[in-house]
Nanobody, 115 residues
Framework: QVQLVESGGGLVQPGDSLRLSCAVS????????MGWYRQAPGKQRELVAD???????SYVDSVKGRFTISKDNAKNTMYLQMNSLKPEDTAVYYC?????????WGQGTQVTVSS
């Protein structure tokens, strides 16, 4: 049973940084793509950043230059480094992994950016 467990969310002020982690139970190599999504209250879930198995990253325009997606294969963990956080980044952040015909989701971690 594949599990993805996020951690690292919290309440921060505008301009602060956070690093989210997504621990994968199993071999992270088995995922051909992984990503971070977020869902703000009353809004649809959106893709924030994704990373292919070959290390190609892409980002939604609103986070380019501020967020960085990465993974540590030895630790079976994916990260999202978030800098210069803005109130509009407030959302529940989910990690996602695709393997074969299946897609897996974590339970989400809350990020709140407020002064």
């Amino acid at each position: 049973q594949v599990q993805l467990v996020e951690s690292g969310g919290g309440l921060v002020q505008p301009g602060d940084s956070l690093r989210l982690s997504c621990a994968v139970s199993g071999n992270i190599f088995s995922f051909y793509a992984m990503g971070w999504y977020r869902q703000a209250p009353g809004k649809q879930r959106e893709l924030v950043a994704d990373l292919t198995s070959t290390g190609i990253a892409s980002y939604v325009d609103s986070v380019k230059g501020r967020f960085t997606i990465s993974k540590d294969n030895a630790k079976n963990t994916m990260y999202l480094q978030m800098n210069s956080l803005k109130p509009e980044d407030t959302a529940v952040y989910y990690c996602n992994g695709s393997r074969g015909a299946s897609t897996f989701w974590g339970q989400g971690t809350q990020v709140t950016v407020s002064s």
